[in-house]
């Protein structure tokens, strides 16, 4: 018969190391994905046009934001709805300027939400901005003023003389101590030394 098979070429290529590698690869894809989603902070992924948006369930909880109101390509303008103070937003995203700045979001319900954002480029040109919620923040430095001020009226206004020193040096007086040392005000006795 003149068929017969005269040869046979076997290839055979080993596979083992592709797929560790791809499992390594999901498995990195999948920590990835779940971490953007379940950390308090809010992430937001964009193209360098700033036109097109992918947040993660954070920007969702804190400002009401979904991936589908991000989808139409307005959502600098939801956010940030004064043209000048957008236009510092997106002039500030773009040059990727390392650390921190202070911003007041428009929240999806209208409130006004102090944040903190911090901006980087991956490799692939993919831009992300990283934000955090400011308003515990700004309510705790809200209470420690009003402390503060408590405190500071508590001592100079009380009856008792009340000096603070420091290196020996008078930094603080109430009025009480003002009118003991013979002083016409506090400022008077700020820098002399406690004994004179």
């Known amino acids: ?18 797929s560790a590698a791809e499992r390594t690869l999901a498995e990195q894809h999948e920590l990835l994905e779940r971490l953007i989603e379940t950390v308090p902070v ?53 040059s990727l300027e390392p650390g921190w700045r202070d911003m007041i979001v428009t929240a999806r319900d209208g409130s006004a939400v102090p944040t903190a954002w911090a901006n980087f480029r991956l490799s692939s040109e993919v831009e992300v901005g990283v934000g955090i ?28 003389a009340i000096l603070i020193h420091q290196d020996g040096r008078i930094v603080f007086a109430n009025a009480a101590a003002a009118a003991l040392l013979g002083a016409g005000a506090p400022d008077q006795l700020l820098g002399r030394t406690v004994t004179t």
């Open 1 to 18: 018969d003149g068929d017969a098979i005269t040869g046979l070429l076997v290839l055979w290529q080993d596979v083992t190391g592709r």
């Open 42 to 94: 809010m992430i937001s992924i964009h193209a360098p046009s700033l036109g097109r948006f992918r947040l993660n369930r954070a920007v969702e909880e804190i400002l009401g934001y979904t991936d589908e109101d991000a989808a139409d390509g307005r959502l600098l303008e939801r956010t940030y709805p004064d043209p000048a103070y957008r236009a510092a937003v997106e002039a500030y995203m773009r």
């Open 133 to 160: 919620d400011l308003r515990e923040r700004t309510r705790m430095e809200a209470a420690l003023r009003e402390s503060e001020a408590k405190y500071r009226n508590l001592v100079e206004l009380s009856p008792d």
